[in-house]
Structures are given as structure tokens and as C-alpha cells.
RNA sequence: GGCGGCAUCGCCAAGUGGCUAAGGCAGAGGCCUGCAAAGCCUCCAUCCUCGGUUCGACUCCGAGUGCCGCCUCCA
């Protein structure tokens, strides 16, 4: 079967084929650089990261696309309570971004453009929308009417007249200043509040509406009409919606090919909420000393548009699974000796692997199929069937997956032992010869105290950290 | 109130209208080991509840329960 995905628009999966032959365009909504970004910001952008790897693996040119909103409500409030420039406040947020990035693995994308160095595109696209009469003004601000755009609605599947009547009783009536409840605002009139945060433009003094800037990058980075545009499911109603109407009014071409949306993160099946005390930054996981590959796992290993429930007894699971893999990289490498190759194993494992991530990045598929092997392998080691070769075989086919999952590498930093360990790994090593081995229990509990285990093998001694 | 999603072993999590319901973690027994660790072998669920469709459903339909999301700017 080849590749295919779930899009939101149709319901259904689809087999994925690109606009341009071999070449993938792809959008993700990034965030809003205003806070550390949650655990469930980052589940976000963990499938938007097995997806690209995954396109790339199978060897389309992808080019990824996410923007940084970086002038929105809440950022502008907290340059106020922060008396802080704007400037300031998304430099802090986005380097503390690209930082959590690198710490969880997640590849950059090709570009990062942001809401404010792309005024000119935006004010450019509004315009067009003016000139083709699907907006109106009130009160300085430029409002998109729905009503021009007869598509609307049906990436979300929601009942428009329903909607009318402001059903869940947020819109203040009295307030509003558009023509429909519905209607969105393109531009934004200045109002006092905002501070230094505005543009002077030839649509008047004031800032863009947020959902004007994912259209506008989108579209000059990408072209009118691009193949896979992904978000939250959150994000489905009525952002993206939004960037449905305002991209096909201004072009007059289809917009995206194929939407994907992933489900949220819960945490011990809750929503996460400071209130509730199981709200997670990135940085607060590290702080409690957890791998941060093992959160990757988590993170990455349930299918994209399932709930991801996050416990830590399911990070400890990761950590035991990182564990078991990198073990096993270890024993490869130590392989001496001829023997049978293994490509027929790895053959098998890595049609199994895509097998299953062709059928719309099921990732648990995948790493299933990686377990068999390695457990498969492990068994020809211990039978002495397999040697050198296959070892390397079986390293090779790791590091091919590991472009897709970021998991199977090797472990990071701190886990060559230093010399005083060695050291004493060695004096337990003569107090074996010797028979010693209240002696040699001795160092190896001393040594686990300090967080290093020994293993022996046939050819002597092996440290590796906890 | 409207719309949508999910509910599988202690935990995480795939999957199929009908062979023995993946895999990981945890657990039990065994092999190996001076003892361990790692590895290997064996064991460990009938799929939220109640109805219905069907020769047959965990998989389809309906109701219920629970959790999650959207309903004007939250991944």
C-alpha cells in the first residue's frame, strides 16, 4: 500500500500524492512566542517532525515551513505586564523555542518566518481581499465577511447558523463592531493598550489579525496552493478555517492538499492545567532529571491523532525501551567473529517499519517491528549464528530508522565512564580472578550507588550509566 | 445547548468482521552467571456497560457511562 494520510477536510485517508512530482510542501502552525512551550506544544511539533522525517525517508524533497507568531493579544499583554518590548519578549521566546527543540531531537525546519517581518505580505493580501469586496471596515479595523465565501465551514464541519447565534455566550453583543458574529478581523485598528506594538500601513495605523499571517507566509514561502498543512486539532475552527477563506478569496486557487491534525496531550488523562498542578513546561520535565529522549518517546510513540496520555510511569517505560535499544547497539558493536549476515532480517523489519508508517505515520506499527528484530537478533547473537557482518547490518538498518524516529542513536552525553571508574572496574576485575568476590560485590554495589552498572561479558567487563 | 474524537492487560500502546488481539515497560518462572546485569525461553487481556445487526464482533449500528476537544484568535 503506499503512503497515505488522514485529512481533516475529507475524513478519510488518502493516498498521498505531491503537487510537484518527488516534492513535498509543507506548513506547520508554530507557535506563539510569548511562554516556554508546554509538553503538549511539543507533541504538536513531535508529529510534525516524524512526518517531515518521514517524507524525507521516503525520499521526497520536503520543505518545512513554521511560523512564529510573534505579535498576537496575549504577547502584547505581556510586554505590558513585563514593561518589556516586544522585541524583547519573542527574542527570549523564541531562542528558549529552538533550544527545546534541539533538546527533544526535533529537526528545523527549513524556515522559521515571523508574523512581523512579513507586515508587507500580510497588508498585500488584505488589500486583495478588499479588491475582490469580501471585507468591510469598522472602526478603523478590516473585518473578513464570511458570508462571501460559501466553503466556509466545512474543514470543521460546523453548522454556520448554529454558530450565529454565538452559542456559547462569549461574544458580548454589545461590544461588536462587525456586521456577522462570525466574522473575523484581517487588520486591527491601534488602540491605546497596544503600546508601540503597531504599523503604520496603507491600511490605516494598527496590527495584523492573527490568522492573516499564516496565509500570507504560507503562501509566499510555499505558493498559492501547497501540499500538507498541519496544526492541532484545536486549531481546526476557526484558525484554519480562517486561512481557508482568506487564502481561496485572494487567489481564487485551492489552498492545501491535505490537512493533518494531531490530538492533544493529557496528562495522567487529564487535561493539563496549572490549576489542576499537571501543567508541564519542557524545561520542567529536564529539571526533574528525566531523559529527555525518553520524553521523545513518549511523546512521538502513540499515533498522531490519538490522545497521548503522558505519565511518567509511561517515561519510565521510555526510559527502559531507550534502554533495551541502546544495549543492543552496544552488543552489536562489540560483535566479533564471522558468521551469517543479516539482511534478510533487515529486510524484513524495515518493510515491516514502513509498511506501517505509510498507513498514516502509525509510529507504534513501526517501533513494534523494530522490538521484533531486535529481539530476533539478540537471539541469532545468542545462538552464535550471526557475526560480524550481520552486526553491522543490523547497526546500519538502526541508524537508517533512527533518521525517522530520532530514537535509535546513540546514548548521548555522560555515558563514558571516566578513568577513576574504569579504575575500579579493573581492581573488581582482578578480585574475580582471585576469587575474591566479597571483594568484587563490594565495588560493583559501590559503583551502582554512584550510578554505574558493570556487566560482564565473555570478553570482560562493560560499565554503562544508569 | 450544538458538533466531533476517544474508551484494548498494573502502565504506555497497535490492530482485525472469523487463524493463537502487535510491541514496549512492569510482574512470575526458567536458561546463562561465582552471584548479578544484559540477553534468550515460557507465562501474563477477550477488548467500558447494555442492547442490536450477523452464521460469527473487540472490530458495524444504537443507547448509556467516562474522558478529551471545538463552538471567535489555545498544539
Excluded at 411 to 431: F, Y
Aim: net charge negative.
Amino acid at each position: 500500500m503506499a503512503l497515505c494520510f488522514y485529512d481533516t477536510l475529507s475524513r478519510n485517508k488518502k493516498a498521498f500524492e505531491p503537487i510537484e512530482s518527488g516534492k513535498v510542501g509543507l506548513y506547520t502552525c508554530g507557535p506563539t512566542i510569548y511562554n516556554y512551550a508546554h509538553i503538549g506544544n511539543f507533541r504538536a511539533y513531535m508529529f510534525e517532525d516524524l512526518l517531515s522525517r518521514y517524507l524525507g525517508f521516503r525520499g521526497y524533497a520536503v520543505k518545512h515551513i513554521m511560523n512564529l507568531t510573534d505579535v498576537e493579544d496575549k504577547l502584547i499583554r505581556t510586554c505590558r505586564e513585563n514593561g518589556e518590548s516586544l522585541q524583547v519578549v519573542t527574542e527570549r521566546y523564541a531562542n528558549a523555542f529552538f533550544e527545546d527543540l534541539d533538546t527533544l531531537g526535533i529537526r528545523r525546519a527549513e524556515a522559521y518566518p515571523a508574523a512581523t517581518d512579513h507586515i508587507d505580505e500580510m497588508v498585500d493580501m488584505i488589500k486583495a481581499l478588499r479588491d475582490k469586496g469580501h471585507t468591510y471596515e469598522a472602526e478603523g479595523s478590516i473585518y473578513f465577511r464570511l458570508s462571501t465565501f460559501e466553503g466556509y465551514g466545512k474543514l470543521s464541519h460546523m453548522d454556520m447558523e448554529e454558530l450565529r447565534d454565538g452559542a456559547s455566550g462569549r461574544v458580548d453583543n454589545d461590544e461588536y463592531e462587525s456586521g456577522d458574529a462570525r466574522d473575523f478581523v484581517l487588520w486591527k485598528a491601534y488602540v491605546e493598550e497596544d503600546g508601540e506594538v503597531y504599523w503604520e500601513t496603507e491600511l490605516g495605523k494598527g496590527r495584523p489579525g492573527w490568522h492573516i499571517e499564516c496565509s500570507a507566509m504560507s503562501m509566499k514561502y510555499l505558493g498559492d496552493h501547497f501540499d500538507i498543512h498541519c496544526g492541532g486539532v484545536d486549531n481546526i475552527f476557526p484558525h484554519h478555517e480562517n486561512e481557508i477563506a482568506q487564502s481561496c478569496c485572494a487567489t481564487g486557487a485551492k489552498f492545501v492538499n491535505y490537512w493533518l491534525h494531531c490530538a492533544h496531550l493529557v496528562v495522567d488523562g487529564k487535561k493539563m492545567s496549572k490549576s489542576v498542578g499537571n501543567f508541564y513546561t519542557l524545561r520542567d520535565l529536564i529539571d526533574k532529571g528525566i531523559d529527555p529522549m525518553a520524553i521523545r518517546w513518549v511523546l512521538l510513540s502513540t499515533h498522531y491523532r490519538q490522545p497521548n496520555n503522558f505519565a511518567f510511569e509511561a517515561v519510565d517505560g521510555a526510559k527502559q525501551a531507550l534502554q533495551r535499544i541502546r544495549d543492543f547497539r552496544q552488543r552489536l558493536s562489540e560483535v566479533q567473529g564471522a558468521g551469517d549476515g543479516l539482511e534478510e532480517r533487515c529486510a524484513q523489519c524495515e518493510a515491516a517499519f514502513v509498511k506501517a508508517l505509510d498507513d498514516d505515520l502509525n509510529i507504534s506499527g513501526a517501533l513494534g517491528a523494530v522490538f521484533e528484530f531486535v529481539r530476533a537478533v539478540n537471539k541469532a547473537l545468542d545462538d552464535g549464528v550471526a557475526g560480524v557482518d550481520g552486526a553491522q547490518q543490523a547497526l546500519s538498518l538502526l541508524d537508517k530508522l533512527d533518521e525517522v524516529t530520532g530514537l535509535f542513536g546513540e546514548a548521548s552525553d555522560g555515558a563514558v565512564a571516566p578513568d577513576e571508574i574504569i579504575a575500579r572496574v579493573n581492581q573488581r576485575q582482578q578480585a574475580r580472578r582471585d576469587k575474591d568476590f566479597a571483594l568484587s560485590d563490594e565495588i560493583r554495589d559501590s559503583l551502582a550507588a554512584e550510578g554505574w552498572i558493570i556487566e560482564d561479558t565473555p570478553d570482560g567487563a562493560r560499565v554503562k550509566r544508569i
